[in-house]
């Protein structure tokens, strides 16, 4: 694997060999010889690594995602994110891994293609798609001769600890935005990464495409080895096994906004998690009105009246980017500033939707900020002018005027994520320097006299996970125990995310089987859409091209780091995070585990990262 070191400080440029089977694989290697786990998260020393798998440019799909690997200034230890679709046009750049390393002057465009590296410096604006329109603009050339894509930070980077990377793909000769190819790396903060430690604004990948091994582009032996595997062709093991994605016909839609509203009704956490206190027939009610109003008006659209579907920007058949009126929905960033927050309105979470996205903000993690920040007013642990909004939300889900509520709900979110970028209140400030475990804690000493008449903590209402003294990170939108046990990488789907329950020791290895299945396709550059038919095959692809697949002995290394780092996961701190556990045990009839005190919670906890150590270890 050819690896480019990037000074921005000195703008000096070092190429390497290394021997890694793929960019998940050299980061750890490179984290490893620089003993970053000694450094704070945003130190200049600290290489942010991008990088694509070993199958792009041939005959597979699905199989061109950008990697990042960064150590998060949200958990404090190592985190993956991924940006689909962006391999297509870096695998021209002329290496298949990029570490970026010291600290510009300014903020810093950085232009890769063909192995030669350039630098600019950028006005990093209020808008992350206006930078990449300002890019264009500036560097037509560059683009139209490479054919390139922009991969940049919004204005949240550099004054937020969960700024995300953004990139749009571009018809490279009009310039224009190509419809459902915006994409974000954004868990755990890769956009403060790369701004704040290193003031890098934008990356611009480009260059003559070709594959990295002459075997992916050989359909031949690409069919043969599925007929062997799976007894089917490539294409139609493919089709069978995206179906969720592209469009599923027994339920009349698709991709993960289509499917998951009909899929998991009742289990939809709403109200920052409060809906897990709801009994179900409640629940159901809720899930009614949320299909109505939040789910029908986007089928109706993308299904019913039009097929308004694309790709991420690599040519792949799965089609499941579903493109609203020119915006495109995904389940997870639509329920952020949706449900999750108090919204049952489609269209009213478009607009929030498109300000995270503009300003470069995690779309998940800012649906927990401001269900977080909500829920505090609610509760009178603060005001609504302490958190820069108008009026006091309508938090309680009992009772809830869905059309008008909603409207309110959304308004107020736009007015404190903007707040939250700007650091319009001391508290914003607050929450946007430290996040909200930190934060947190800073509250309930500010306002211990809040915190005594109420009878409610700060962190008690946020769901997270914790690692070490200060990170943490925020659950992906499943009431799914997985989703906050004591994983190494948590925030994306390294764990067992499906909402059921089981005793700890049988938890940890479903999840943690689950966890480097997801980190062999992260390492491969392998959309997540398409595990169903690369998980089976994935190491015959890997012998097809002549390289040797990765052992879990890759997991290992994240876990060592975050021992090293101070970051490993930590007993949970909020209640409700506990709440999330004990209530859908309680949900599916698990009768040997009631939760009746924290001695309980604590001992399934531990339980469980004993068990994960155990086979951590092992491997």
């Not at 003031?199 to 990295?212: K, W």
């Amino acid at each position: 694997m050819i690896l480019l070191e990037i000074d921005v400080e000195k703008r000096e440029v070092a190429k390497r060999e290394i021997s890694a089977t793929g960019p998940v694989d050299a980061a750890l290697q490179l984290h490893r010889e620089r003993e970053t786990w000694r450094l704070d998260p945003l130190s200049p020393q600290i290489p942010v690594v991008f990088g694509l798998g070993p199958f792009v440019g041939g005959r597979l799909y699905g199989v061109h995602r950008l990697i990042f690997v960064f150590k998060s200034p949200q958990s404090g230890t190592l985190h993956v994110s991924a940006l689909g679709g962006a391999a297509y046009k870096a695998m021209g750049m002329g290496a298949q891994a990029v570490a970026i390393v010291g600290k510009a002057e300014r903020p810093t465009a950085v232009f890769i293609a063909g192995g030669q590296v350039s630098f600019t410096e950028v006005e990093v604006g209020k808008d992350a798609y206006s930078l990449i329109r300002r890019l264009y603009e500036s560097n037509r050339e560059f683009f139209v001769a490479n054919d390139a894509r922009a991969l940049v930070v919004g204005p949240a980077a550099y004054t937020t600890y969960n700024g995300a990377i953004v990139s749009v793909d571009i018809e490279a000769k009009s310039g224009e935005f190509k419809l459902g190819s915006e994409d974000f790396a954004a868990r755990g903060g890769p956009g403060t990464a790369l701004a704040q430690g290193h003031n890098v604004a934008a990356v611009v990948v480009g260059g003559p495409r070709r594959p990295l091994h002459e075997k992916v582009a050989d359909a031949e032996a690409i069919n043969q080895l599925f007929k062997q595997k799976m007894g089917k062709s490539y294409v139609e093991v493919l089709n069978e096994k995206t179906v969720k994605y592209r469009y599923d016909p027994k339920i009349g839609t698709g991709g993960t906004f289509g499917v998951n509203y009909p899929h998991y009704r009742d289990l939809l956490p709403l109200f920052g998690y409060k809906s897990i206190y709801m009994p179900r027939e409640e629940r159901i009610k809720h899930a009614d009105i949320v299909l109505e109003l939040f789910w029908r008006p986007f089928q109706r659209e993308v299904f019913e009246k039009g097929k308004s579907w694309y790709n991420c920007g690599e040519p792949c058949p799965v089609v499941c980017k579903k493109v609203w009126r020119g915006k495109k929905v995904d389940y997870e960033s639509f329920h952020a500033v949706g449900p999750f927050i108090g919204n049952y309105i489609f269209e009213e979470a478009v607009p929030p939707v498109d300000k995270i996205d503009r300003l470069g903000l995690d779309a998940i993690e800012m649906g927990h900020v401001v269900a977080w920040l909500f829920d505090a007013v609610h509760h009178g642990l603060l005001k609504p002018e302490e958190v820069g909004i108008g009026e006091r939300p309508a938090f309680d889900p009992l009772q809830f005027r869905p059309k008008e509520d909603s409207r309110l709900n959304a308004k107020l979110a736009a007015e404190l994520i903007d707040g939250l970028v700007e650091h319009a209140t001391e508290v914003l400030a607050l929450v946007a320097k430290l996040g909200i475990r930190r934060a947190a804690r800073e509250l309930e000493r500010r306002y211990k006299d809040r915190v005594r008449e109420t009878g409610v903590k700060f962190r008690d209402l946020a769901v997270y996970a914790a690692f070490g003294t200060e990170g943490y990170m925020t659950p992906n939108f499943y009431w799914a125990p997985g989703l906050v046990a004591p994983m190494y990488i948590l925030g994306r789907y390294w764990s067992n995310y499906n909402p059921t329950f089981m005793p700890p020791e049988d938890f940890a290895k479903s999840s943690y089987e689950r966890a480097v299945a997801e980190l062999y396709i992260d390492n491969a550059g392998i959309c997540r859409f398409h595990r169903g038919w690369a998980e089976p095959v994935l190491s015959d692809l890997y012998k097809l091209i002549g390289l040797t697949p990765p052992s879990p002995a890759l997991y290992r290394e994240f876990a060592y780091y975050a021992k090293l780092a101070g970051a490993e996961p930590m007993p949970w701190e909020s209640k409700r995070a506990r709440d999330l556990v004990s209530t859908l045990a309680k949900e599916l009839g698990a009768k040997d585990w009631q939760f009746t005190d924290f001695d309980d919670y604590y001992e399934w906890w531990t339980r469980f990262k004993e068990q994960l150590d155990r086979l951590v270890l092992s491997t």
